[in-house]
């Protein structure tokens, strides 16, 4: 569907051009939708903002840009209130037009970039021999649904899961391979304990000053290339990513074997990267660890602050490694954009190392952005834990989820039989927790709380997907695969029938939106405020038992886009859509 909003910017630009000179061309309209009713359907904030420029008055201003606008066909009504705000109402047939003509489009109107890029998303990244946790939640949903969002604009997407797969604790990793025998570690890391197998390493390079001291010499051999050492630590490697790839599955996530770019693959470019630093006057020797100062970056007293890049002892800190992704993601890969999905505490960090790196020269021809995020929340508004105080495995999370939203499916749906009820706990729980997470502003923590995640009412999934499966019982009860579309115009008469074309017309701007600013919240809202008006539609409008034929037909037409853009915009999401509940 055409979201008016471009076809009106274009307008609003030859009118301000026309009124006040070439020079402001491509000024930004500043349209929104009206909250009210009563002031259009669209208002226009430009002349506010115009008029600081010009010295003028703003309602002047807005006087001007309307004597000039040209919305023959598509707006019924044009006016100047309060300090000059342009309302704009659009024609019901305009709305139907457009409605009826691109009914039959798969991509629901939205057009893709008008330039596409190269984006590297990095995401996930959990550690090898750890099991990921709910802390690994954030990044790797949102990552998901922003790359999900950006390659439907077209961009091209390279995935990044960054994985913690070398440096010193793969040193006891692997001697306590050694002391269990290949064939008993390979049991036991199959079976998922993963977090067990960690810990008995750890205890015993704790208490045991001799398996230390091996453990030291194990981090040697496997940083010199030794073969053996090598062997044992692609043994870890391939049973933890087994493991990851199934919690991948679980969650609905797009990551595969094929977007493994774990730390180890950078480890030869090491040298590389600091040589280039010291060679360009970036990076020296700072009480014998090799350091940079990126201009910005204090400590408490005032004093620069360093990214070490080669410690005292010679080896690479994940700094090191940093520095060298961004240097091959920008010239090897080409990414003209690079999206980094990483949890709020690493905001310094990221920032020296895009300082860093834009120094060097490595960032002309790319920019990089941090995508932060908060962290999730217990009850008590502290990092969410179980109830023993450990971290909450995310294996475990899904697992509660789907039997809590068994429950909830056995009650609100007895018509299910088994194996759907099943099916329909599977993606409703999974959805639930997802879904509750990235409908929150991302830069904030939340709280995570059962009960409103898996409502039937609110801004929920659960919510959503009921409302698209209420949509397709209409398709089912009507007798009907679904309307017939033959381009034809969509009778907009009812003021609900409005509100929901204006929705279905803004998916473009609502996907578009979470892609610029990688705040996937802005597509839930837009989802639930779809979800909202078509429940009032479907209140106060009939539609199997509409009054006319035209009427039933238009109607159906309402339905089936909603139900194809709700599924979109959770398919963007990574969230299943369910045909019955």
Not at 184 to 190: D, R
Not at 263 to 283: H, R
Not at 454 to 463: C, F, I, K
Request: a negative charge; aromatic letters at 8%.
């Amino acid at each position: 569907m055409s979201d008016p909003r471009h076809t009106l910017r274009a307008r609003f630009d030859h009118a301000i051009v026309t009124a006040f000179g070439s020079h402001h061309a491509g000024t930004d309209p500043l349209l929104r939708r009206s909250q009210q009713a009563r002031f259009g359907d669209y208002q226009a904030n430009v002349a506010m903002s115009l008029s600081k420029r010009l010295g003028s008055n703003p309602r002047d201003v807005a006087a001007a840009i309307v004597a000039n606008l040209d919305v023959a066909g598509v707006c019924e009504a044009v006016d100047v209130a309060g300090p000059g705000f342009v309302n704009l109402t659009l024609r019901a047939d305009y709305l139907g037009a457009e409605l009826g003509a691109t009914a039959a489009e798969e991509r629901l109107g939205v057009l893709p970039a008008e330039t596409a890029e190269t984006v590297v998303v990095d995401y996930s990244a959990p550690n090898v021999a750890k099991e990921m946790h709910v802390g690994h939640l954030r990044s790797t949903i949102i990552g998901d649904a922003l790359v999900r969002v950006l390659e439907l604009l077209g961009h091209n997407v390279i995935r990044q899961n960054h994985l913690g797969d070398w440096g010193t604790p793969f040193g006891m990793l692997i001697e306590h391979l050694v002391d269990l025998g290949e064939e008993e570690a390979a049991h036991e890391l199959s079976v998922g304990d993963l977090d067990g197998f960690y810990r008995q390493a750890q205890a015993k390079f704790n208490a045991d000053p001799a398996f230390a001291e091996r453990a030291r010499l194990r981090v040697v051999a496997l940083q010199s290339g030794d073969r053996q050492t090598l062997g044992l630590w692609g043994l870890l490697v391939r049973e933890s990513n087994r493991y990851f790839a199934a919690v991948y599955e679980r969650l609905g996530v797009t990551l595969t074997d094929r977007d493994l770019c774990p730390e180890s693959f950078y480890n030869p470019m090491l040298t590389d990267v600091a040589l280039e630093l010291e060679s360009k006057g970036l990076a020296w020797l700072d009480d014998g660890a090799l350091c940079a100062f990126p201009p910005g970056f204090a400590g408490r007293e005032g004093e620069p602050l360093p990214l070490i890049v080669r410690k005292r002892d010679g080896g690479y800190g994940y700094a090191a490694t940093d520095l060298a992704a961004v240097r091959y993601r920008a010239r090897e890969l080409g990414a003209t954009r690079l999206v980094y999905v990483v949890g709020s505490p690493q905001s310094q960090h990221l920032a020296m190392v895009f300082a860093t790196a834009g120094q060097a020269g490595w960032l002309e021809s790319s920019r990089a952005e941090h995508v932060a995020f908060g962290s999730v929340l217990g009850p008590d508004g502290k990092m969410f834990k179980t109830r023993s105080g450990e971290t909450v495995k995310l294996g475990a999370l899904l697992d509660e989820a789907v039997e809590r939203a068994a429950s909830v499916v056995a009650e609100k749906s007895p018509h299910l039989d088994g194996a759907e009820r099943a099916e329909v706990a599977r993606a409703v729980g999974v959805g639930a927790v997802k879904y509750a997470d990235l409908a929150n502003d991302r830069v904030k923590d939340y709280v995570f709380d059962w009960d409103r995640m898996l409502a039937m009412d609110g801004n929920t999934a659960p919510y959503l997907q009921y409302a698209r499966a209420r949509v397709r019982s209409i398709f089912r009860r009507s007798g009907e695969a679904g309307p017939v579309v033959d381009g034809s115009a969509v009778a907009i008469v009812d003021p609900a029938e409005r509100a929901l074309a204006l929705d279905l017309l803004s998916f473009d701007e609502a996907v578009r939106s979470t892609a610029e600013l990688s705040a996937p919240h802005r597509l839930c809202t837009y989802l639930f405020g779809l979800a909202s008006s078509f429940t009032t539609f479907y209140e106060r409008c009939p539609v199997l038992r509409a009054d006319t034929d035209e009427q039933r037909r238009s109607r159906l037409v309402l339905c089936d886009l909603t139900a194809r853009a709700l599924q979109s915009g959770l398919g963007l999401l990574g969230i299943q859509a369910p045909d019955r509940m």
